[in-house]
């Protein structure tokens, strides 16, 4: 008797425990049902409810609730309250779409854990019967989706519901419209369960904008930022030491030395080779200011956090470097940018002969209005080298009918479907013309980690050529137009479309791999050689 007694206690303790529900718990679930409503049922989508002041009274609400039961009975009265659906015969009609459904999850809704089979029937239900056509919180421009009508509460910390309104805001953004929402390195439902603590604690607003840009720099997307001057000048500093560097092997090699308005002398030389800054090695800096930068990989966070490397509050920056031969340690002082004396840079030139028979174009500065007087130069050439280790000017169109023979398919892109949130739609994009008068000789990309979106895009427009061969490294991964919006009245963005090699292969986070990998090196940087281009003519003179 007293072990079936042990048993049924023992049961019952089991039963009840899990029924209680942490803080993180209830929030979660009032995030997704919150965003979930806000885009999917017809009157909140419509914009008839302050649905900013609905999520602020459930947060209050919330604090009085323990258990599954009470959590379900408090949905299900707000979702009644919220009025009749009507049904939705436009929501099962078939559609000629090709849908790409690996950013779609709505599983949660039948979660046992949180939610019973009532409020999970009454989800389902506004699911079938969603609100379709214009949105009072989504616009449509061109290609686009934009966000509309949110209410700023400023950039400043005032109170956990707000904190947790514009970590709401942001994590249902990602849920139902970022097309790489799949491709996170960490799961986009444990970010949501990770970042709760950490807004709940946040008490002054440099923590708040930190904790804004580490919920930014977990999309792992190289077009994505927050820009806080909090952040910039508080954090990485708003002084520099006068110099030009690069990357290679893991260290900076100084390129440039800029004067300034007091005629200091610079301790670093062109040529010295910088490991360590502040006690820190360079991986090491990339590692620690890399958790509020996002990128799509790790040459990418390199690339973004590189311009920070000399960057410091304090009026020097000790370091450690070699040169000639030896390690020595130096302190250099930095200064305002109104304090350093920039030398402009001479124009380079947007076509030219860079030898008998082959062509090199800068995309970085031609211009549309510029390509018929290249082409009708270059035309004759045996190759010609379109240098993309920069961002183009929208020359991918008009280029393609000067260079390829036929037109092609070169590209397919996502587009979110704004009638089902979370869906995305693909389409395959062609470019070209049929054109006996094509370029018949060798092309040539440069490409490396500056190689961009539209750079990765018309990269992909010149592999369409039959003679086409990418030489360098591998691309930055952030492909597909941009979504800019505020968090927390600070200017932020995401990719906002899917780009794909026309058989489905991702590019994003992974980039486009050339066909020839070559990397800057130090020896090479240090003796002014261009790596990429060098093994583009070798390329060239042994292939013809």
Known sequence: MRKYSLFILLFFSLHFSAQILSETQKLESLCRIWGFLKYYHPKVANGKLDWDEQLFQKINELDRINSKKELNNLYATWIESLGNVEPCIKCSKKTDKVYFLKNFDLSWIDNEDLFNKNVARKLHYIENNRHMGSSYYLGKGGRKIYFKNENSYGSHFTSKKINLLELFRYWNYVEYFFPYKYETDQNWNNVLTEMIPKFLIVGDDTNYHLTLAE???????????????????????????????????????????????????????????????????????????????????????????????????????????????????????????????REQNTASEKWKFIEKGIGYVNMGIIK??????????????????????????????????????????????????????????????????????????????????????????????????????????????????????KLADLDTRFTGLGAYYPDGRETQRIGIIPDIVIKPTLQGIRIGKDEALERALFYIKTNN
């Open 215 to 341: 919920l930014v720099a977990k999309t792992d997307d190289s077009h994505a930022y927050l820009f806080s001057k909090e952040i910039s000048s508080g954090q990485y500093g708003n002084k520099k030491i006068p110099v030009e560097y690069l990357y290679a092997e893991g260290k900076l090699i100084v390129t440039k030395i800029h004067s300034n308005k007091f005629r200091e002398q610079c301790a670093l030389q062109v040529g010295d080779v910088i490991y360590d800054i502040n006690g820190k090695t360079i991986p090491q800096i990339v590692n620690s200011m890399g958790k509020y930068i996002p990128a799509s990989n790790s040459w990418g966070k390199i690339e973004k956090v590189k311009r920070f490397f000399l960057s410091d509050n304090r009026d020097s920056i000790s370091m450690k470097i070699e040169r000639d031969g030896r390690n020595i340690a130096i302190t250099s002082k930095t200064y305002f940018a109104t304090d350093i004396i």
């Open 368 to 485: 549309k209005g510029d390509l018929d007087d290249m082409y009708k130069n270059l035309q004759s050439t045996k190759a010609i080298i379109f240098d993309l280790r920069n961002y183009p000017n929208q020359t991918i169109e008009p280029l393609s009918r000067l260079l390829l023979p036929e037109i092609t398919t070169y590209y397919m892109f996502t587009f979110p479907e704004t009638d089902y949130p979370g869906m995305f739609y693909s389409r395959k994009n062609v470019i070209g013309r049929r054109n006996k008068e094509y370029y018949k000789g060798e092309v040539i990309v440069l490409v490396n980690e500056s190689t961009q979106s539209q750079a990765e895009t018309t990269t992909m427009m010149l592999k369409q050529h039959p003679k086409a061969k990418v030489i360098g490294s591998n691309t930055s991964g952030a492909n597909g137009d941009v979504i800019t919006f």
